[in-house]
């Protein structure tokens, strides 16, 4: 089932949510209808709160040939489909940084440059609850910061520098009211 998204402007998208705690059939069924709602909107991660759910999971799906180095060598050969994190910690590891540019799919048509760890390690729960010790790097380790974040109330935008910050300004006013005009 494709589920409705939160958009900016929506509290859940600033809260720091809950962690799970139950391992059930129905946490399953809010991973694979996460997974089908990523796809439907031609996605590469989508967190709890973007479906309105104050849970610490996110979805997250790499395509492979996005998955490679310069030397055409994937980056993270064991990302081979959709992965579910449940309950995740994702820190830094090293010092190189790296600058691309994002979006996201609850602040559609705003994309801007950020600025993060190149390399993370990320430890996680699986559906099953069993943990996990990843390293990720790439495309995959800025995916995985960026949905991490939003379990803990944090925009790609609040990133930003101050002259984008002022150019997307009247945009996501704008996106605010249609948020809080919906809701009501
Ligand atoms: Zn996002």
Redesign the pocket.
Known sequence: MILPLSYYGSSILREKVNPVTHFDEPLQHLASDMVETMHAES?I???GP?VGKNMRIFVMEIPADMDLDEHGHRMNPFLNGPLVAINPDVEGVGDVVEEAE??????PDIRGMVERPYQVRMRFQDLKGSPHDVMLSGLAARCAQ??T??LNGI??VDYLGSVKKMAIKGKLKKLKARTLDASA
């Open positions: 996605g991660g989508l967190a973007q994002e979006g996201c799919l609850s602040i960026h949905e974040d939003h925009l790609f």
